[in-house]
């Protein structure tokens, strides 16, 4: 089911994608962050900041994948304007 979702070249999909894949990755991220500092009470990272900007980031391999690999232009410009979007909102409020 979800193949056959990601498989098509649709702006909305690359939409989608922009958004849930830095999501999902900040979540892990976090989650990781949280065990480390349970077993080394030290964080990860030196500033909350930077796990916003890595999880925009993972957007980076997902541009690639659809431009490249797949060549779906319209699902690869849908995760890039997120991916703008997300940068912008990052350096403006920080």
């Given at each position: 089911?979800?193949?056959?979702?990601?498989?098509?070249?649709?702006?909305?999909?690359?939409?989608?994608?922009?958004?849930?894949?830095?999501?999902?990755?900040?979540?892990?991220?976090?989650?990781?962050?949280?065990?480390?500092?349970?077993?080394?009470?030290?964080?990860?990272?030196?500033?909350?900041?930077y796990?916003?900007?890595?999880?925009?980031?993972i957007?980076?391999?997902?541009?690639?994948?659809?431009?490249?690999?797949?060549?779906?232009?319209?699902?690869?410009?849908?995760?890039?304007?997120?991916?703008?979007?997300?940068?912008?909102?990052?350096?403006?409020?920080?």
């Amino acid at each position: 089911m979800f193949e056959k979702l990601f498989k098509r070249d649709t702006f909305l999909v690359g939409i989608a994608l922009g958004i849930v894949l830095p999501g999902i990755f900040y979540l892990l991220l976090y989650l990781i962050d949280l065990v480390v500092f349970e077993l080394f009470n030290t964080h990860m990272l030196a500033k909350q900041e930077y796990l916003y900007l890595l999880s925009i980031a993972i957007n980076l391999f997902a541009i690639k994948y659809y431009f490249v690999n797949l060549q779906y232009d319209k699902t690869g410009r849908g995760i890039l304007i997120v991916t703008f979007v997300l940068a912008i909102f990052y350096f403006v409020l920080n």
